[in-house]
T-cell receptor
Framework: DTGVSQDPRHKITKRGQNVTFRCDPI?????LYWYRQTLGQGPEFLTY????????KSRLLSDRFSAERPKGSFSTLEIQRTEQGDSAMYLC????????????FGPGTRLTVL | AQSVSQHNHHVILSEAASLELGCNYS??????LFWYVQYPGQHLQLLLK??????LVKGIKGFEAEFIKSKFSFNLRKPSVQWSDTAEYFC????????????FGTGTQLKVEL
């Protein structure tokens, strides 16, 4: 058990609706990463935080996506106006210690957009 | 930008057979290398990692991997697989100074038959 928890574990929504996912890290570690995994593919990097600051965003993260990490603890990922192509597993990951090379993943939130 | 190739998408083996899964990466600088495993119904788990030093690294459950810098490869091996090794295996890299975000291969689905 990595200790990284994600909520909800499954989300089914209709196209056009907004959804929000939450990631609760192991502790108040300063880095947190989001990835997306579609069927038959490996996880793809979306964004990462160092404390409250969002330091990098992938081109995969369109304007409909926004991520936050208030107070440098838990993080949320919101998708506005969902599309069927957003259906995927959304993964949160956290390194344990410096130099932050290895990451440990949460169970993910599986999003299905109908 | 770095990229990772896993050439075997599906592998079927009998118990006690030897396993080798290929992984090649594309990046000119210093990288850290990982193998992750995802058992059915479970989240991604770190199997083993290479940061520096001895290019032959040993991980959990009898797995090992060898980093061959000249070939940009990091192949995963196990001398004798078990039915419980049935899972999806992902090779991943992160580049030094790149925020440590992981780039994954597409994964290899391993099925071990009794």
């Amino acid at each position: 058990d990595t200790g990284v928890s994600q909520d909800p574990r499954h989300k089914i929504t209709k196209r056009g609706q907004n959804v929000t996912f939450r990631c609760d890290p192991i502790s108040e570690h300063n880095r947190l990463y989001w990835y997306r995994q579609t069927l038959g593919q490996g996880p793809e990097f979306l964004t990462y935080f160092q404390n409250e600051a969002q330091l990098e965003k992938s081109r995969l993260l369109s304007d409909r996506f926004s991520a936050e990490r208030p107070k440098g603890s838990f993080s949320t990922l919101e998708i506005q106006r969902t599309e069927q192509g957003d259906s995927a597993m959304y993964l949160c990951a956290q390194p344990h210690e410096q130099p932050y090379n290895e990451q440990f993943f949460g169970p993910g939130t599986r999003l299905t957009v109908l | 930008a770095q990229s990772v190739s896993q050439h075997n998408h599906h592998v079927i083996l009998s118990e006690a057979a030897s396993l080798e899964l290929g992984c090649n990466y594309s990046y000119g600088g210093t990288v850290n290398l990982f193998w992750y495993v995802q058992y059915p119904g479970q989240h991604l788990q770190l199997l083993l990692k290479y940061f520096s030093g001895d290019p032959l690294v040993k991980g959990i459950k009898g797995f090992e991997a060898e980093f061959i810098k000249s070939k940009f490869s990091f192949n995963l091996r196990k001398p004798s697989v078990q039915w419980s090794d049935t899972a999806e295996y992902f090779c991943a890299v992160n580049a030094a100074g790149g925020g440590n975000k992981l780039t994954f291969g597409t994964g290899t689905q391993l099925k071990v038959e009794l």
